[in-house]
């Protein structure tokens, strides 16, 4: 249920015509997964295998995960108890929603535009949610926190360490800028930073990066 409520918060906010349900393809027994990725320490894993005609993609969630996800639903309720798993479970669904209509418009995807969507997509949906629960609050603390004080695992991302901190400075840039707009806005909801928004997710991965270092 929680999975596809993150689905339905990603598909709203970004305007996604979507065909395939996340839970569908979800996988929660790491001997399921291919041999090289069984041995990863990390509680989401998106798996694709491509043999050149089709390809093929499931979500791994660690069960834990899931049950603590459950125990205590961030869409309904997101706090410091939950924010950490929630933000690892969006991550999964962030690259599974981006994979999916990506492929259903033939466009390929790169490790660095997937990660960057994903970091964006914490920031947004957190946002999002904070403010349903406190309309007159303004999350100022969100920025801080995710690109702040997470850091990159590099024993878990290995030789993909770079990419990863890359994708995390161009989001945290974004990110900062689309605050900006936020609080101007202040309790309001604007249409045009939701239009901005949904522009910015169907771009390539060369105009997303030219647009980041135009901001």
Same mark, same amino acid.
């Given at each position: ?96 929603? %981006?994979?999916?209509? *990506?492929?259903?418009?033939? $466009?390929?995807?790169?490790? @660095? +535009?997937?990660? &960057?969507? /994903? #970091? ?43 990419? %990863?901190?890359?994708? *995390?400075?161009?989001?945290? $840039?974004?990110?900062?800028? @689309? +605050?900006?707009? &936020?609080? /101007? #806005? ?30």
């Amino acid at each position: 249920m929680v999975l596809q409520q993150m689905q339905e918060l990603l598909v709203g906010i970004y305007d996604l015509p979507m065909q395939y349900r996340v839970d569908d393809f979800l996988v929660t027994e790491r001997d399921q997964l291919p041999a090289a990725m069984r041995d990863s320490d990390t509680d989401e894993q998106v798996v694709v295998v491509d043999d050149g005609d089709e390809a093929a993609v499931g979500l791994f969630l660690d069960p834990e995960l899931l049950a603590r996800l459950a125990a205590a639903n961030p869409v309904e309720a997101l706090h410091s108890g939950n924010l950490a798993d929630y933000w690892t479970a969006l991550e999964g669904v962030s690259h599974f929603i %981006y994979l999916a209509w *990506n492929a259903g418009h033939d $466009r390929g995807v790169s490790l @660095l +535009e997937l990660e &960057l969507q /994903a #970091e964006i997509d914490k920031y947004v949906t957190s946002w999002w949610l904070l403010r349903e629960q406190d309309p007159e609050r303004y999350p100022a603390e969100l920025h801080r926190l995710l690109f702040e004080r997470t850091r990159v695992d590099a024993r878990l991302a290995g030789e993909r360490v770079e990419m %990863y901190r890359e994708a *995390n400075q161009y989001a945290a $840039r974004f990110c900062r800028c @689309l +605050e900006r707009s &936020l609080i /101007a #806005e202040g309790a309001r909801q604007s249409r045009e930073t939701l239009s901005g928004l949904r522009r910015f997710y169907r771009l390539s991965r060369e105009r997303k990066m030219n647009h980041i270092q135009g901001l």
